[in-house]
């Protein structure tokens, strides 16, 4: 395939796979690309998973992709190009029933069976994926050919008209009548696009490409010259058209459409598809302000930007967009698509984040869609019922994974690893059911509630399916010239790097486990790039050979290098002490996560609290060293190869809550969030008496105020909270030395009294026995 000067690395970018498409290794080769990363992924077929979570996770999965029937996906296509159908064959129902969103699931199918056969070339995967693209082809010429359509090239399970008519003249609103509404139109064309891009990638269909370049040519005359052939045609489209489009709820929803269009520019060179790509720039009220850091996610009554956004933007609307402008930076160099994508990203993590790794709730004064951005900072009070869409971390993952790609900056990595190994595989119900995709919608949050798993034809289910065919596409990244190799998750796999000579074999439990073994097999020099992850308390520790390596600069959200000439038969290994940590949410501080390593822990079953939350007091079982895991929060499964489970003891009431990995994956009650209750200062089990009282941080400080709660309100955290935070402490003077400390900061604040300072330094003076480790 000839690749022009254009040509960055945008598909590499995908997933390392342009190389499949020419029957070779992954290309260095890009010539005058105007932005073109300095690391890169490897294909998919590069790296091999082994045994473990995330493979347990994908093979249930793929059992799924094996049996379904793929012609059901033909049916609606067929019906709309006029072709014949098998009888019997039904659409998979759900939102494939021949509804407005018809024929998204096609594409994500798509991607599925090419991620899944990449890795081990399974024969069913593929010819499943071919006879769907040959079809699926013969419907677009089908099409073309006999119902006179607006532009030629169209592929769709659902007439042209559904996609034309969410531009002028008519801007059709979402809904459902399905002669006069729409339903986020460009969202399936991009998904049918993507899922015929994955085919060529990661099984060298040049049949899929061409159906895709067809697309792509009906989507250019569709966004510029328009809905010709309506009464009320008036023209080209102009830049206010497609402001108006994109800034309408979910009719304006396309997914990452501009990613897929920047992509085929790549791999063709015709400048058609960079402008299309660009056409979907949502200009009227999001991009400019991304570009100028201005979060405007959600914005107060009255002061919405634009002619047709809400107060709130739909999370997984928005989110894939930002993916788009990463790949027209790729192509074109303009930077404003890099900035706009890293601020917007730093809108969400950590300002919408949840502990999980899941975004987006309801609050008090908002309205009842819990898809929608919560407004900045809003932890605590955007836990609802439902919230945390599984698309929306599907995407921020993808983002975080690209932006990394430019700025090498492990942050990435980390809220890449915690999305992957709590959201994601916990969006996977640990049954071997093939009835249907057993994938999660919602990953609710309200404590001691459920998940639910199903989701045939819905935008999860098509994610669902994707996710757990591609867990092995960010372990490995490789330096453009080929000098380095960075090691970004600890997940057992080994790769095939047979261009620069080399194979890693990555041996862990993680994350049952805290250690990986890495044998080289291959000769020469590597710089060899080991993330150190950003949870780490317990030190980061590695071996050559057997001998230590000097780390003690290691630091967390860094990568450390081993930078030597290797010989077959080197063996690294890194161990990364796992440890038990609160996190509290940003807005009010009693509101707590339990995380071991990068695993969340949830509390299981139904609290009985009258808050709705577990209730839980833990500092009367800390020793110096600040370890939870010493006796509040213990550890109980025997086994370092099974599931972490624990047991945390509640020693206001003797209570005692079991608790286990996010990643577990069934239909018991469990809870994200506990509320931290702590209303006495104490020391080990010597009560001063004093009641342990908040420092005020001004918290919440939202930006769009929240129904009832001030805003800054008079939140923050307690004394105890702040004297712990600097734990560990090398001896019990450090300690009485941080509590006298603090008990300053607090005097001075009028939190606490001359007379009440003394009374508490003299009893932490006193609990030398209480806290000796």
């Known amino acids: 395939m000839w690749l022009p000067k254009a040509f960055a690395a945008v598909a590499l970018l995908t997933a390392g796979r342009v190389a499949a498409s020419q029957g070779g290794g992954s290309s260095t080769s890009s010539t005058s690309a105007a932005a073109d990363p300095s690391v890169r992924p490897f294909r998919l077929d590069q790296v091999r998973l082994g045994d473990g979570l995330l493979q347990e996770k994908r093979d249930r999965i793929k059992a799924f992709l094996q049996v379904y029937d793929e012609r059901r996906f033909l049916v609606l296509f067929n019906n709309v190009a006029g072709r014949r159908n098998p009888s019997g064959v039904t659409p998979p129902g759900g939102w494939e029933d021949g509804g ?5 699931w096609t594409g994500h199918f798509m991607s599925a069976l090419s991620q899944a056969y990449a890795e081990k070339k399974e024969d069913v995967f593929k010819a499943k994926l071919d006879w769907m693209v040959a079809e699926l082809a013969a419907c677009q010429e089908a099409y073309t050919a006999g119902k006179n359509p607006t532009h030629p090239g169209y592929l769709g399970a659902l007439p042209e008209d559904t996609v034309l008519r ?5 801007f059709a609103l979402y809904g459902a009548n399905a002669t006069t509404n729409t339903w986020a139109p460009w969202y399936t064309q991009h998904k049918i696009v993507r899922g015929l891009l994955d085919a060529h990638y990661n099984t060298n269909s040049s049949e899929a490409l061409r159906v895709a370049v067809k697309m792509a040519e009906w989507a250019h005359l569709a966004l510029t010259i328009g809905d010709k052939n309506h009464p009320s045609y008036a023209g080209n489209l102009t830049r206010s058209d497609l402001n108006y489009m994109w800034d309408t709820y979910i009719a304006g929803e396309f997914g990452g459409a501009n990613e897929v269009y920047a992509e085929i520019y790549g791999l063709t060179g015709d ?21 100028e850091n201005r979060d405007i996610l959600v914005v107060p009554q009255g002061k919405v930007p634009g002619r047709r956004r809400g107060q709130r933007l739909h999370a997984n609307t928005h989110i894939p967009q930002f993916l788009g402008y990463m790949r027209v930076y790729e192509q074109s160099g303009e930077t404003d698509y890099l900035t ?14 949840f502990a999980s790794g899941g975004i987006g709730g309801v609050y008090p004064g908002s309205d009842t869609n819990p898809e929608l951005f919560q407004n900045r900072d809003n932890i605590a009070n955007a836990i609802s019922g439902n919230g945390a869409e599984t698309c929306t971390t599907y995407n921020t993952l993808k983002l975080a994974r690209n932006l990394f790609l430019h700025v090498h900056d492990a942050s990435y990595m980390d809220h890449y690893e915690r999305g992957l190994l709590n959201m994601i595989t916990g969006s996977r119900a640990d049954t071997n059911s093939v009835a249907d995709p057993q994938v999660t919608y919602f990953q609710p949050l309200s404590p001691g509630t459920s998940r639910e798993y199903d989701n045939t034809g819905t935008c999860c289910g098509g994610t669902g399916m994707e996710s757990h065919t591609k867990y092995q596409e960010t372990i490995y990244f490789r330096s453009d010239d080929a000098s380095a190799l960075w090691v970004n998750l600890y997940i057992s796999s080994t790769l095939d790097w047979a261009e620069k000579g080399f194979s890693i074999k990555q041996e862990t439990n993680f994350p049952r486990g805290d250690t990986s073994r890495f044998t080289v097999t291959g000769d020469g020099q590597l710089d060899i790039k080991l993330r150190v992850p950003g949870w780490i308390r317990k030190g980061f520790y590695i071996t050559v050979n057997g001998e230590s390596q000097p780390v003690e600069d290691a630091q967390p959200s860094t990568y450390f290098s081993l930078n030597r000439a290797w010989t077959t038969g080197d063996v690294v290994e890194v161990r990364m002490p796992f440890s038990i940590r609160i996190e509290r949410a940003l807005d009010r501080p009693d509101t707590q996560s339990i995380l071991w390593g990068p695993i969340v822990v949830q509390t299981v079953g139904t609290p009985q609290a009258n808050s709705g939350f577990w209730e839980l007091s833990l500092y009367k079982k ?7 895991s010493r006796g509040a929060i213990v550890r109980t499964s025997n086994t370092t ?6 047991t945390i003891v509640n020693p206001s009431n003797n209570e005692t809550v079991d608790a286990r990995p996010y990643y577990i994956s069934n239909d018991v009650p469990v809870s994200t969030y506990f509320r931290r209750v702590e209303p006495a200062v104490v020391f080990g089990n010597i009560d001063t008496g004093v009641s342990n009282r908040k420092r005020n941080d001004g918290l919440p400080k939202y930006d769009v105020p929240v129904s009832g709660v001030a805003s800054p309100g008079t939140d923050g955290p307690t004394f105890l909270d702040v004297v712990w935070d600097q734990a560990p402490f090398a001896t019990h003077a450090d300690f009485v030395g941080a509590v006298g400390s603090v008990l300053d900061s607090f005097v001075a604040a009028g939190v606490y009294s001359g007379s009440e300072k003394d009374t508490i330094l003299a009893v932490a003076g006193e609990a030398e026995e209480e806290l000796k480790l």
């Open 641 to 646: 190869t099974g599931d972490p489970l624990f």
């Open 100 to 104: 407005l969103l018809s024929g998204h």
């Open 622 to 628: 800390l020793k110096l060293d600040g370890d939870y």
């Open 271 to 291: 400048r058609r598809h960079l402008e299309t790509s660009q056409a979907f720039d949502n200009r009227e009220s999001l991009f400019g302000a991304s570009v």
């Open 340 to 353: 706009s994508a890293k601020n917007f990203y730093d809108w969400i993590v950590p300002h919408r984040e």
């Open 166 to 170: 969410a531009g002028p003249p008519r």
